[in-house]
């Protein structure tokens, strides 16, 4: 896996200095890949000398008004209220975000191409790529706009650096994400729907990380569940339980049944995205007879029957 350099702490990144002159300009974009990260560097850094209230009003007039549209893309709401909030956590880590965006092109284009040689029937250039701050709301993030449309992914150096940290490798969270766009051709009608089942919602996440650890079997348990301690090291008993409550939601399409087992800021019986968990394991029980590509074109009327047996017997231990 292709990590930022071999040992980023937040030390070496200060000392840095980052001065506009100090690191080369971040590569050439690739075709499809929209960073508004320069957008946002001009007025984050005139801004810095002033109160927070000014600031705020600067990155809303400059930067986040401009750019709604694409905020409004990605699902996000953005406040001055969000922002103020936001803003002193994130002065504390801007050094390691700037050097986070300039690695950020060159590191895309390297695990892209390593994604297209592992699934060569795959698109991943048809989706939209954007880089933007996202308030730590993401890290990474797809938003499905319907069968037939695009689906744009983004990317955001703010909530990669807080849900991962400064040593960040990017390699599983590319292989994570591109497969959300591979899934969604093989299988739209559970990847693109808005509300999909539980069953549906729990296995698109579970095939991505299973895909990630497909593509990096050198990768630790941690890393594949996108750097969750707390969610590699759930017990088995935890995980049965939480088997047993999806099975009793199973058909469900409100989005409120499956908050318990997807979401990040879920808290109650097992660690917040244990669906992720279970959702590997279930991969992984099924991809020993089926291939990662055959898997990836189980779609609505044909997944049910083929992932309820496996999470019935999680369930049971």
């Known amino acids: 896996m292709l990590q930022l350099t071999a040992a980023w702490t937040l030390g070496q990144a200060s000392s840095l200095a980052l001065a506009q002159n100090a ?53 996000l709401t953005v406040t001055p209220q969000r922002v103020r909030a936001w803003l002193p956590k994130f002065d504390g880590m801007s050094d390691a975000a700037r050097l986070l965006h300039r690695a950020f092109a060159a590191i895309y284009e390297t695990q892209q191409g390593h994604f297209t040689q592992a699934l060569p029937d795959s698109q ?88 990630s650890q497909q593509l990096h079997p050198e990768a630790t348990l941690t890393q594949v569940l996108l750097d969750d301690a707390a969610l590699a090291a759930t017990p088995p008993a935890v995980l049965q339980r939480a088997a047993r409550a999806m099975l009793d939601v199973w058909e469900s399409q409100d989005p409120a049944a499956s908050t318990p087992f997807l979401d990040m800021g879920y808290r109650g019986d097992w660690p917040p995205r244990v669906g992720y968990y279970a959702g590997l394991l279930a991969a992984q029980q099924l991809g020993q007879r089926t291939s990662l590509q055959v898997m990836a074109g189980w779609d609505r009327g044909d997944l049910s029957h083929r992932l309820r047996p496996v999470i019935e017997s999680l369930s049971k231990g």
């Open 124 to 211: 991943v250039k048809v989706s939209p790529v954007w880089l933007m701050p996202s308030l730590f709301t993401f890290d990474a993030h797809l938003e499905p706009q319907g069968p037939g449309q695009p689906l744009p992914l983004f990317f955001a150096p703010d909530g990669i650096l807080r849900f991962h940290g400064v040593d960040a490798d990017l390699a599983v969270l590319f292989a994570h994400e591109w497969f959300h766009c591979y899934h969604a051709l093989r299988a739209p009608l559970i990847s693109l729907d808005p509300k999909p089942g539980v069953h549906e919602a729990l296995w698109v996440e579970g095939l991505a990380t299973y895909a």
């Open 23 to 75: 690191v080369p300009p971040a590569s050439a974009p690739a075709a499809g890949f929209a960073d508004l990260m320069p957008a946002f560097w001009k007025p984050y850094d005139k801004g810095r000398a002033l109160d927070s209230p000014q600031r705020v009003e600067r990155l809303m007039s400059e930067f986040f008004e401009p750019n709604a549209a694409a905020y409004r893309l990605a699902g």
